[in-house]
């Protein structure tokens, strides 16, 4: 049995120097160790090893860049696993600074790839991240979690680019709605070839021109048409101040407001720059979010339910608090976001206005006012477009800008004398308008002009939005049958897995029988859609939301993570737990070992965990399991471990080195343990306490009183526990006080009496304590596997 | 859908074994195909197909109207 023999980490996030994991001949292995001491770098270390990526770290913004440790050089940074597998032997992947999204590889990758495709590790995070999803997440979080997740980059990514084919199609309807409107204004009909042609023809017989059957045709008789405008000089005149008049009324109004409305953004901007360590956290808003959730569901305000560390004061009000200030600030940032966006896009209208004013101008030098107004305009856009990329960053990386340096001047001058340039054209106009046949002229070959580009340029849109349509449909019908059939195997997938999903759910949550049956719906009228569904006192209960728990939810979560790993990966039989059962009540931990029991027994497993009382459970449960303990982290090193040791081996290493408090105060802590364990499973009646607390002693003479009615007072297990009374007593009583002393041999004699007695109970073949039943009348007290048998 | 006997890690092998059943506009489905990979679908690779082929509709008007 067992996967994997040695795993060797080395410049890794949280490690340093090299960390070897040695699992000896395929053992599983659990390692404790407080928050803080280097766990989850382990895990990261895997998941880059098996996937070359890191998930929650890119979600939180941190690339290949973070992965490896501060003081790790070139070739430091590496994860090496040796497996027991002769195909696959051993494997390394090294860190590569050149090229960080490509690391260096040695071994048969390949190999381990097809033998593990599906993810093998799960976290404290992923499973409390479930709880809080939307509809949306969750149908990742599962896809993900089956294997899927190349399926859902692409599903996704195929969605955004739906997305994006849809705003090109809009943008170009609005282009030529836009087109249409100006083509109607003249023609006062909407583009049409034929009408086009007619209307042109009409003008074009009035010049005796020649008649145009096919658009390719119409550009020379426009050629033929300038040249009747070029026969008059007054009437070329007339054409380029009616040119002029066109381009003068497209150019004005123009924006007054901006550069008001730019100064008070730039005030407002310099204003919310001065919260700069604030604005930083806008991050964690989430997070507070999340954190005011599960404080108020544990309705615990004194407590960090993350790192138990103690808080004076309400924590809730705290976190309240913080996150109000935050969300204050995220608004302030929103709004001054959208200025900033309603700014750029009047600076591009008004830098469009200009290029457009400013070319069409450059062969119309006809008055002194028009070239000096496109020499100031020209100056005025030349000066916004030093500012705009200013304008371009987040609000936090903009730096200060000086409106200042805009040249107002100019755009003042454009204002003033819009009403004059406007007077100057009409009466040039005018001037030269008294000749009928000449006004007649000119109106007609600017008419004809005009529709010409208007028309031109209709075509190549609509053109365009046909062939975008085209594409479009094709594309559709593509992309809804790949994600229909993504759709179908994770329902497929979630198919095969079901029975273990609920079978795994019903050993976590055995106790709550009122749930039955856990199922995965597809919501199908929803593109990426996904509902759990329970049975839930005889109904069935969809979203699970409203009748689970956050704690029955994850059960829900780690049954769909083992039997994923159980059927995806049915060669490669190990996975790793990190800090799982962070978020499950303390009776029902004991369900995580017996499902690892009953259905992992030939998987290896590490298991990363900060509890300690868990850590006794696994001890006893797993007596093969090797066991790691990291004492404390040091940046210049990483975790600091040793062999760990179980608690009654801590308890003898405390009488060893002659330090009975200590021993005492662990060998109270185990004793209560075991004797609640016991009293559980013989079904001993325990004096309620309305405090929840019981004392050794209340515990012992309850287990002691149930096996004198079960067995008699006679049997040897009453006897020694008869012995056992003396000298336990007065240690129940007193090992919590620290005014009163025991000797190590006081503690020693205690422990040994003890360990006589709970071996009558502890089976070393399935490694579980006896339980009490009666079936069909008969009362027995055995193990599960009926090894061990005391009545 | 598909048989289940498909590589079911291989999006490139979903799609295509569902151009092997249905009858996709060919020029779409290959550039499509051109821009799957590992990584994921090439989202602007893909658009920048179509504005190139927007262009070319463009210059087909320009070249049949005359009005280059």
């Keep these: ?791 | 859908m598909l048989k289940k006997e498909v590589d079911m890690q291989s999006p490139l092998e979903i799609l295509k074994k569902l151009s092997e059943v249905k009858s996709y506009d060919k020029e779409v489905f290959l550039k499509i195909k051109e821009n799957l990979s590992k990584d994921g679908f090439n989202v602007e690779g893909f658009m920048q197909w179509i504005k190139d082929e927007l262009t070319k509709v463009e210059k087909q008007i320009e070249a049949n109207d005359g009005s280059d």
């Design chain 1, 1 to 791: 049995m067992g996967v994997i023999k040695k795993i060797t980490i080395s410049g890794f996030r949280g490690i340093n120097l090299p960390l070897a994991l040695d699992f000896a001949k395929g053992n599983s292995l659990v390692i404790y160790g407080r928050n803080g001491t280097g766990k989850s770098s382990i895990t990261d270390a895997w998941e880059w090893f098996h996937t070359g990526k890191i998930k929650h770290l890119a979600r939180e913004g941190a690339g290949e860049q973070s992965y490896p440790h501060k003081y790790a050089t070139e070739g430091d940074t590496f994860v090496e696993v040796e497996f027991l597998d002769p195909r696959l032997d051993k494997i390394k992947m090294t860190f590569n600074p050149t090229r960080i999204t490509q690391p260096d590889v040695s071994g048969n990758k390949e190999a381990f790839k097809k033998l593990a495709p599906h993810p093998c590790h799960l976290r404290y995070r992923d499973l409390t991240e479930f709880v809080y999803m939307t509809k949306a997440q969750r149908y990742e979080f599962l896809s993900r979690l089956m294997g899927l997740e190349e399926a859902i980059n692409i599903q996704n990514n195929m969605i955004t680019c739906a997305n994006k084919i849809e705003q090109l199609t809009t943008t170009l309807k609005e282009r030529i709605e836009e087109i249409e409107n100006n083509y109607k204004t003249i023609a006062t009909k909407s583009p049409k070839l034929e009408i086009f042609l007619e209307i042109l023809n009409s003008i074009f017989k009035k010049y005796n021109l020649p008649q145009v059957k096919e658009l390719r045709e119409v550009k020379l008789i426009i050629e033929e048409m300038k040249k009747l405008v070029e026969r008059d000089t007054k009437s070329i005149e007339l054409n380029r101040w009616k040119n002029a008049e066109r381009f003068v009324s497209k150019f004005y109004p123009l924006d007054e407001k901006l550069k008001e409305e730019l100064a008070e953004f730039c005030d407002k901007l310099s204003d919310f720059q001065k919260d700069e360590k604030e604005l930083i956290k806008i991050i964690l808003i989430d997070f507070y979010e999340k954190g005011i959730q599960v404080l108020e569901s544990l309705n615990i305000y004194d407590k960090c339910p993350f790192c138990d560390k103690e808080y004076e004061g309400n924590l809730l009000e705290y976190v309240s608090g913080k996150q109000e200030k935050l969300k204050q600030l995220k608004e302030r940032r929103n709004s001054l976001e959208s200025m900033k966006g309603d700014l750029l896009h009047r600076l591009d209208t008004m830098i469009g206005k200009i290029e457009d004013f400013t070319n069409n101008l450059r062969e119309l030098e006809l008055s002194d006012l028009l070239t000096s107004l496109r020499k100031k305009a020209i100056n005025f856009k030349l000066s916004i477009e030093r500012i705009k990329p200013l304008l371009q960053h987040p609000i936090e990386k903009i730096e200060k800008i000086d409106v200042n340096k805009i040249d107002w001047e100019s755009y003042q001058y454009l204002l003033n004398y819009q009403q004059q340039v406007q007077n100057e054209i009409k009466t040039r106009i005018t001037e030269l308008e008294e000749d009928e046949s000449r006004k007649e002229l000119i109106e007609d070959f600017q008419k004809v002009t005009q529709l010409y580009q208007l028309f031109i340029e209709w075509l190549k849109i609509d053109g365009k939005i046909k062939r975008l349509e085209e594409i479009r449909i094709a594309y559709e019908q593509i992309k809804n049958d790949f994600v229909d059939e993504i759709k179908s195997l994770i329902e497929y997938k979630f198919n095969t897995i079901s029975n273990d999903v609920t079978e795994f759910f019903n050993i976590l949550e055995k106790d709550a029988k009122i749930l039955s049956d856990p199922k995965i719906k597809l919501l199908s009228t929803v593109e990426k859609g996904i509902e759990l569904e329970i049975g839930f006192a005889g109904t069935i209960e969809r979203p699970v939301f409203k009748v689970l728990s956050e704690s029955q939810l994850n059960s829900f979560g780690l049954a769909v993570f083992l039997a994923s790993v159980k059927n995806f990966n049915p060669e490669f039989k190990f996975f790793i737990l990190d800090d799982v059962i962070n978020s499950f009540d303390t009776y029902k931990r004991p369900r995580v070992i017996e499902l690892l029991k009953k259905h992992f027994s030939n998987y290896q497993i590490l298991l990363l965990t900060h509890d300690e009382i868990w850590l006794d459970q696994l001890y006893k449960a797993f007596p093969n399991w090797r066991k790691v303990k990291f004492t404390g982290w040091d940046i210049s090193i990483g975790p600091k471990s040793k062999p760990a040791k179980n608690a009654i081996e801590e308890i003898k290493k405390f009488i060893e080195e002659d330090k009975p408090r200590a021993a005492g105060w662990k060998l109270g802590v185990y004793l209560e343990w075991i004797l609640q364990e016991l009293c559980e499973r013989l079904q001993a009646e325990v004096k309620y306490n309305r405090r929840n607390e019981f004392t050794l002693y209340e515990l012992y003479q309850a287990l002691r009183k149930r096996l004198k009615e079960k067995i008699g007072s006679n049997h040897f297990i009453v006897k020694l526990l008869n012995e056992f009374d003396t000298g336990f007593r007065n240690f129940s009583d007193h090992y919590k006080d620290t005014s009163t002393t025991f000797s190590s041999q006081e503690i020693q004699d205690i422990l040994n009496k003890w360990l006589e007695i709970e071996n009558k109970f502890y089976c070393p073949e399935c490694n579980k304590f006896v339980i009490y039943q009666k079936i069909n009348g008969i009362e027995t007290i055995l193990c599960p596997c009926g090894k061990l048998k005391i009545k």
